[in-house]
């Protein structure tokens, strides 16, 4: 059974920084992508950011230029660090990992950004 188990959320000024942290347990090896999404009060689940096993990164344009998603494949870990956060930002963060046709997430971090 895969698990996600996602960390570093917290409360944060705004300008400040935070990072996330997803470890990856389970039958999975190597996923094709794994990534950030966020999802606020109210809204959809939106992309953060991702990366794929050869190291292409892809960021939402809100977040280009602060944030920065890293890899670790021999820890199964996929990180985010977030940089000059602003209040826009509040949000749950989930992580996201994908092999082959499956799909899995973890239960969420939830950052809060004051102003």
């Known amino acids: 059974q895969v698990q996600l188990v996602e960390s570093g959320g917290g409360l944060v000024q705004a300008g400040g920084s935070l990072r996330l942290s997803c470890a990856v347990s389970?039958?999975?090896?190597?996923?094709?992508?794994m990534g950030w999404y966020r999802q606020a009060s109210g809204n959809q689940r939106d992309l953060v950011a991702t990366i794929t096993r050869t190291g292409n990164t892809l960021y939402s344009d809100s977040v280009k230029g602060r944030f920065t998603i890293s890899r670790d494949s021999a820890k199964s870990t996929v990180s985010l660090q977030m940089n000059s956060l602003k209040p826009e930002d509040i949000a749950v963060y989930y992580c996201?990992?994908?092999?082959?046709?499956?799909?899995?997430w973890g239960r969420g971090t939830q950052v809060t950004v004051s102003s």
């Open positions: 389970g039958n999975i090896f190597s996923p094709d992508v």
């Open positions: 996201k990992v994908v092999r082959s046709l499956y799909v899995y």
